[in-house]
């Protein structure tokens, strides 16, 4: 248990999370393209001295629905969910650290916290990124306008957020898989991007009507395929893991 909670404590805690986290959470604010352009104008408006209630007609709402649909945020989403912990487990390989790691915690407990590490940092780094912008948003409002940005109809913007957060996992699982089938650490990013941009063409070029093959549609529709992918990506990338620990240990 101590070497599960160590690896989520690496994994949520190291420099590579907080790097992702801001830099998923700049993505974000830039996918909402126009939306964020009248933001600040909005804001630039409200310090001239205009009222708040009578001006201001953005939502955090509408703002967070732009942000998590627009394609710059979709596109960067699988190369930044990976980027946290995909390529640990292929490090301490590399690096000698299977065999005391096992000594000492078990090869439970080994793999299962490199499983779940890779995939809840990669859902909670989405969560938290758009926690983070909202918050920042609610910031400026409030030093700018001194009111806090109007919610709007949140109920569909939570459904969408956890969307997002198990592609997040998704992602995360097969940039660490292909990691380790490749033996190359910047397969963890680059993977889950090249394959997402190679999805998106094929689904767009050649299934136009099936669109769940496209990436940039799998934040609206049926949450279970979602589900259903993840855990046979977790599957697969724990066969992988052991198959691997069979190798080196």
Not at 1 to 19: K, P, V
Not at 24 to 40: I, N, R, V
Not at 69 to 76: R, V
Not at 198 to 211: E, I, K, W
Request: aromatic residues 10%; hydrophobic residues 55%; contains cysteine.
């Amino acid at each position: 248990m101590r070497c599960i909670l160590s690896d989520l404590r690496r994994a949520l805690t190291g420099r590579w999370f907080l790097l992702a986290l801001a830099a998923t959470s700049a993505a974000l604010y830039l996918s909402a393209g126009t939306q964020t352009y009248g933001f600040l104008i909005s804001l630039r408006d409200l310090a001239e001295g205009y009222a708040f209630e009578d001006y201001f007609y953005l939502d955090a709402a509408s703002l967070l629905t732009g942000a998590m649909q627009g394609d710059f945020g979709l596109l960067t989403l699988p190369a930044l969910s990976a980027l946290p912990y995909g390529a640990q487990a292929l490090v301490e390989l590399k690096n000698g650290a299977l065999r005391p790691a096992l000594f000492r915690a078990g090869r439970r407990s080994w793999l299962t916290g490199k499983l779940l590490a890779c995939v809840l940092s990669g859902m909670l780094l989405q969560g938290l990124s758009a926690l983070l912008l909202l918050g920042v948003l609610h910031g400026m409002t409030l030093v700018v306008g001194g009111a806090a940005l109007p919610p709007g109809d949140m109920s569909a913007v939570w459904a969408m957020l956890l969307r997002r957060m198990l592609c997040g996992g998704l992602w995360a699982g097969i940039g660490s898989m292909i990691a380790l089938l490749t033996e190359t650490s910047s397969a963890a990013s680059i993977a889950p991007l090249c394959l997402c941009y190679a999805l998106m063409m094929v689904g767009t070029r050649f299934f136009p009507s099936f669109g769940a093959m496209n990436p940039m549609n799998w934040l609206s529709g049926w949450l279970w395929p979602l589900v259903a992918g993840l855990a046979a990506v977790s599957a697969l990338l724990l066969t992988t893991l052991n198959r691997e620990v069979n190798r080196h240990a």
